[in-house]
């Protein structure tokens, strides 16, 4: 149970940092389009219309910022460290109900969501027949 704990302090800590070095500059990071610099230095010789210099240009593409991506990820471990620990120390009573609780609203959202034309009596009884 210490090394969880010690784990789930040190994925805290992982996700802190990542939230610190994403709130520098929000702008790099928030959105849905990856940005990518092109720097194409060119040298034409020997044609009537002899150049030379720097072209730049930008791509955008629809993604996710790699920072975003390992926050995300760091984020659901800690989710999923945490889960083991209240499995391992164990819950109280009142725990217990309020999972029950929140897995019942989930049941529910999860009926309401996949029909949404279903009657909320019969997504009671559905859920209440699974809880038996």
Do not use: C
């Not at 149970?1 to 790099?28: Q, Y």
């Not at 209240?86 to 725990?95: C, K, M």
């Not at 969501?113 to 699974?130: H, N, Q, R």
């Amino acid at each position: 149970m210490d090394e969880l704990t010690k784990l789930a302090k040190n994925k805290l800590r992982d996700i802190l940092a990542l939230r610190i070095e994403l709130s520098i500059d929000p702008s790099v990071h928030i959105g849905s389009l990856l940005e990518s610099k092109t720097v194409v230095e060119y040298d034409i010789e020997g044609t009537v219309q002899s150049k030379s210099g720097t072209q730049k240009t930008i791509n955008r593409r629809a993604g996710v910022s790699p920072w975003v991506q390992e926050l995300h990820k760091a984020e659901m471990e800690l989710l999923q460290i945490m889960r083991l620990l209240h499995e391992v120390q164990g819950g109280t009573e009142e725990v217990d109900t309020r999972r029950l609780r929140i897995q019942t609203a989930r049941e529910t959202a999860r009926l309401l969501k996949a029909f949404p034309g279903l009657p909320v009596d019969e997504v009671v009884a559905s859920v209440t027949k699974a809880a038996s």
